[in-house]
């Protein structure tokens, strides 16, 4: 498929002028064809105004028509067949069997949400009726659901060129709300982005929908994207990416004349907290995941575990070990791209360099720089020495694990507290091991979105009942998740009617339910007309 390059600006390309750049293949340096035109001041309010004016229509459809689109979007995306695939791994370094099942990922999310705006029980409407004889005072009528927010800028992730980014959770979850959406491509993967948002742009057209539903536009995200956050029909941001990136975005949004919520997904550790009875029981296992899970993806997910705790012992002693011993024959990986690769050898040294901290083991090949390689390593340090360092809790985003060592389970509690939020934390351990870590528990409650019993953290099912956020510098608003049905909660806000007419409620709070939703009804849930 022959890339242009250009911005996607409700139905139309943008201009040819300006600064351009490539896209580069980590895995080999190439410069990829074609240059992408970043886009203009004007160009970036000419996709915001477009989905502002679309917005008042999208907003108005039935749900059944919103879940159309996300389901023609997923097909139009599985219709670009190998060609996306292709060019996604030229310009992430990423394998094709990784890229078959992130597409795969892509498309089911799009459609569980257009299943959960098809029913359209989410918007939580509440009915309490008026009560005119109440003493001392009468109740009026009170009606109560969620609205979409309005224009929702999205920022593509490095990581998951398909999943997190022009069509990823983000863009789906604010779709299927009502909201309208631009997308600022990732300049990674730009051309990725450009098919996937064809595909976008083909799918509102089917669909009869206005053009302004969706855009895409290319360049910077200190120029062209905060440019995108200051708009004033810009209503939320979704981010997934580094804290730099994320709180700058954030802090850029908080100035507005009218601040809008930033919800962003930006750095987390996801200790791994080994209990005394886990790590006898079956020490050579937990090596061989935490290899697994700490060097999946080349250390590049969110949820990679970058702190492992353990008491000492003979039987930690075993755990590291083994875990040496496995990590010496693991290869090195591509990373995405060469700043981040920059970004992971600075936070390691440091975090290495620090007083106390002890390297443990490195693969025994080379990382090549030419091919963006990093090469897996473990250091390890005291639990006393951690709380001393601030600085240990630094993310590395790589294949990098710091293993800290404690004299008790009262060590374990100190360190998790001494922790800022993450989006997930995790306990290996035995029935027994779990009794006495109730306190443990207790401490992780306060600092994760997700806690895990033994497993490992990096997989994040797409379902109702996942939470993919947790307490800052995790996300930005720790009452929400990235990931998950509950995703499109973030671009939906309430609004209560009191006393209107029954013809003039949406069709959510009228009388004879014709929607069929699950309603509140003097609270009670029912499908009952009221």
């Known amino acids: 498929m022959i890339l242009h390059g250009k911005s996607l600006l409700a139905g139309t390309t943008g201009a040819t002028g300006g600064a351009t750049f490539r896209a580069v293949n980590p895995a080999t ?90 029913d359209g029980s989410w918007v939580d409407a509440r009915i309490d009726p008026a009560l005119p004889d109440r003493q001392p005072l009468p109740r009026a009528d009170l009606r109560r659901m969620l609205l979409p927010l309005g224009p929702v800028v999205v920022f593509g992730s490095s990581n998951f060129p398909l ?136 250390g590049q997910f969110c949820t990679k575990p970058g702190l492992v705790f353990a008491v000492r012992g003979p039987d930690a002693e075993a755990f590291l070990q083994k875990l040496a011993d496995a990590v010496r024959s693991a290869p090195c990986g591509t990373m995405l791209t060469s700043g981040i690769r920059e970004s992971f050898l600075v936070n390691r040294l440091q975090i290495t360099a620090t007083p106390g901290v002890q390297p443990l083991v490195a693969a025994s090949g080379a990382a090549d720089a030419a091919r963006t390689e990093a090469q897996p390593t473990v250091a390890t340090t005291s639990a006393t020495n951690f709380l ?43 029935p027994a091991d779990f009794a006495a870590a109730r306190p443990l528990l207790a401490a992780l409650e306060q600092k994760a979105g997700r806690i895990l019993l033994n497993g490992f953290p990096t997989g994040v099912e797409v379902s109702p009942a996942m939470n993919h956020g947790g307490p800052y510098p995790a996300t930005t608003d720790v009452r929400y998740t990235s990931v998950g049905t509950a995703a499109l909660l973030r671009f939906a806000r309430p609004v209560c009617y009191q006393d209107l007419a029954d013809e003039l409620l949406p069709p959510a709070l009228q009388n004879a339910n014709p929607l069929g939703l699950l309603r509140l009804v003097n609270g009670q849930p029912t499908r009952d007309p009221r």
């Open 29 to 118: 340096g190439e410069r990829l064809a074609p240059d992408f035109h970043e886009a203009s001041g004007a160009e970036v309010a000419r996709a915001l105004d477009a989905s502002a004016a679309a917005f008042a229509v999208y907003r108005a459809i039935p749900a059944a028509e919103r879940a159309t689109l996300l389901e023609t979007i997923a097909t139009e995306i599985e219709a670009l067949g190998d060609a996306l695939l292709q060019r996604a791994k030229a310009e992430t370094g990423l394998p094709l069997a990784r890229l078959t099942g992130e597409r795969g990922r892509t498309c089911t999310q799009l459609r569980l949400f257009a299943s959960v705006t098809r």
């Open 163 to 298: 999943a997190f980014s022009a069509a990823g959770g983000d863009t789906a979850s604010a779709l299927a709300a009502g909201c309208t959406v631009v997308v600022k491509a990732h300049r990674a993967h730009p051309g990725t982005g450009e098919l996937v948002g064809g595909a976008i742009a083909r799918a509102v057209a089917a669909c009869g929908l206005p053009p302004g539903v969706f855009s895409l536009v290319h360049g910077g995200g200190s120029t062209v994207g905060l440019a995108m956050v200051k708009h004033p029909a810009t209503t939320a941001v979704g981010f997934t990416g580094s804290h730099a990136a994320g709180r700058a975005l954030f802090d850029a949004a908080a100035a507005r004349p009218h601040p809008i919520p930033v919800f962003a997904e930006m750095s987390s550790l996801n200790p791994v907290f080994l209990l005394p009875g886990a790590l006898h029981e079956r020490s050579a296992a937990l090596a061989t995941g935490l290899l697994g899970s700490f060097t999946l993806g080349v």
């Open 388 to 430: 001393a360092h601030p600085a240990l809790a630094t993310e590395a985003f790589g294949p990098f694990t710091l293993v800290v060592l404690a004299d008790s389970l009262a060590e374990f509690s100190a360190c998790a507290a001494a922790l800022e939020g993450q989006l997930t934390a995790t306990l290996h351990g035995t």
